[in-house]
């Protein structure tokens, strides 16, 4: 089977030959089923039929991307994309330099040349996540291909209520990400609300750094743990928010894989059923060997699901986990394991399998 997950070097090669043989091997096919198609801003601009480009550089007509996204029309109804050169789009002049999407504003594909070449940029640190955002996104459906997000605020002092830097914070329903990368200290991307799906994503941090009430699958990420010298606790890569068990919101990360410097928890109860799961992931030995923490969190750990099923690696090891964490069987799996938990045929314009 394919692991593009594994061979991003090759992978973005053949996206750049497909990219420049756009009659040759790209898929006429309409379908938004299973991606054997290496997914590039060609193909889901196909797939989504998005006739309406409006480019962001220097030089074209749109110097800002929060310019591009202000002359879509309220309301719309049709898939426009707003192509972002390549460079690194950082506005600290313009009057917020943050980059929203309002919930007025759906249907729009971010298009960028790829998470190497073209990033969206932005350094602001608050106590509250949602105003420390570089990138917002309270739309739904939207799809962003091949940008890198960086909050480049100073890291602040741990417990100092200044610190959060989000880099994308995700809030409207049906979003997408394909081939981005998330970059902050800590408190990276806020996966707030909505179904959302991140393939082949790289996402870094140290503390809850993908946290939020999120129902999303992470689809083959490459998530790399940061070191934080300035703090004694051992941060955690999740910190999920499920309130309720008939709330429907949940990380799950397939094929993967987990390395970096320190050492860290896979995730951090933050709510009574804080849902996680990872399956079938490489996890290096940044992995504490306990899995999971509570730290913080004076609630029952009695109906949280932190789960893992088949990962590999040095830090997969389940003999130290604490023991209200799971380890599942391919039936508790199972309905993880696919699109349909973010019902994603029903949405998705490409996704791997
Ligand atoms: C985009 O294409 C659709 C049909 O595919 C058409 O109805 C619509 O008018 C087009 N919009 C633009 C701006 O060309
Ligand atoms: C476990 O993961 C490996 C790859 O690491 C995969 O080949 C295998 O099919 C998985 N097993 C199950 C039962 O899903």
């Given amino acids: 089977m394919a692991r593009p997950c594994l061979l991003p070097f090759l992978l973005a090669a053949a996206a750049l030959l497909i ?145 959060r830097s989000v880099s994308a914070m995700v809030a409207g329903d049906k979003v997408a990400f394909y081939h981005c990368a998330f970059y902050s200290p800590h ?27 999120g129902q999303s699958i992470f689809q083959c990420p490459e998530i790399f743990v940061k070191p934080d010298r300035r703090t004694e606790i051992l941060g955690s890569i999740t910190a999920q928010d499920r309130m309720t068990d008939n709330d429907n919101s949940g990380f799950v990360f397939l094929k993967g894989k987990v390395y970096g410097v320190g050492e860290v928890y896979l995730g951090r109860v933050t709510a009574p059923d804080s849902r996680v799961l990872f399956a079938d992931t490489y996890l290096s030995k940044t992995i504490n060997p306990a899995g999971w923490t509570s730290i913080g969190y004076t609630g029952s750990t009695e109906k949280v699901m932190l789960a893992e099923f088949n990962c590999t690696g040095p830090g997969s090891d389940l003999a130290k986990r604490v023991p209200w964490s799971q380890r599942f069987t391919m039936n508790e799996a199972s309905k993880y394991l696919t699109i349909d938990f973010i019902n994603g045929n029903e949405w998705l314009p490409a996704y791997y399998y």
């Fill in 187 to 213: 408190h990276t991307l806020f996966d707030s609300a909505g179904r959302h799906y991140y393939e082949s994503c790289y996402i870094q941090g140290n503390i809850d750094f993908i946290f939020g009430g």
């Fill in 19 to 163: 990219a420049w043989a756009p009659g040759g091997a790209l898929a006429k096919s309409k379908l938004a089923k299973k991606s054997d198609d290496i997914v590039n801003g060609p193909l889901l601009t196909e797939k989504l039929k998005a006739n309406r480009t409006l480019i962001v550089g220097p030089d074209e007509e749109f110097k800002t991307v929060q310019s591009a996204i202000d002359a879509v029309p309220a309301g719309n109804t049709e898939w426009t994309i707003v192509h972002l050169r390549s460079g690194v789009h950082r506005h600290a002049s313009h009057a917020s330099g943050k980059v929203v999407i309002p919930k007025n504003k759906p249907f729009i594909f971010v298009r960028g040349n790829g998470k190497g070449r073209t990033s969206i940029s932005h350094e602001s640190a608050s106590a509250d996540n949602a105003e420390s955002a570089a990138f917002t996104v309270n739309a739904d459906n939207v799809v962003v291909f091949g940008v890198s997000f960086r909050n480049s605020a100073r890291a602040g002092l741990v417990n100092n209520q200044e610190i």
